[in-house]
């Protein structure tokens, strides 16, 4: 397993931005770039719910409806991170937003589910109000 930190949460106000940044640590980079990577997020009493992904393989970008043209990934090998940047925030953004890595059984054709990541974060708060 991949031990993850992640960092960047906070309180906006709607229409704000805000990045997140996801560290591997323990391991070099070359985990960070054989590894599919994404960010999850979860709302108490409700599953988690995938957000944006990038595969190890190809380098493609995978993003829920929900923030498609609002958040960004990024994937920065030499500084081993893997950043979400999210403007327009809403207050539906309202979450614990979780790292994950090590995807397994992924297809590629839908967003991955929480069941095909065996490493995760801790997670980081972002609250967004109106």
């Known amino acids: 397993q991949v031990q993850l930190a992640e960092s960047g949460g906070g309180s906006v106000q709607a229409g704000g931005s805000l990045r997140l940044s996801c560290v591997p640590s323990?391991?070099?980079?070359?985990?960070?770039?054989?590894?599919?990577m994404g960010w999850f997020r979860q709302v108490p009493g409700k599953e988690r719910e995938g957000v944006a992904f990038?595969?190890?393989?190809?380098?493609?970008?995978y993003y829920s409806d929900r923030v498609e043209g609002r958040f960004t990934l990024s994937r920065d090998v030499g500084n081993n991170k893997l950043d979400l940047q999210m403007n327009n925030l809403k207050p539906e953004d309202t979450a614990m937003y979780y790292c994950?890595?090590?995807?397994?059984?992924?297809?590629?054709?839908?967003?991955?589910?929480?069941?095909?990541?065996?490493?995760w974060g801790q997670g980081t708060q972002v609250t967004v109000s109106s």
């Open positions: 994950a890595a090590q995807a397994k059984n992924w297809d590629r054709k839908s967003l991955p589910g929480p069941r095909n990541f065996a490493s």
């Open positions: 323990g391991y070099n980079a070359e985990v960070l770039r054989g590894t599919s």
């Open positions: 990038i595969s190890a393989g190809s380098g493609r970008r």
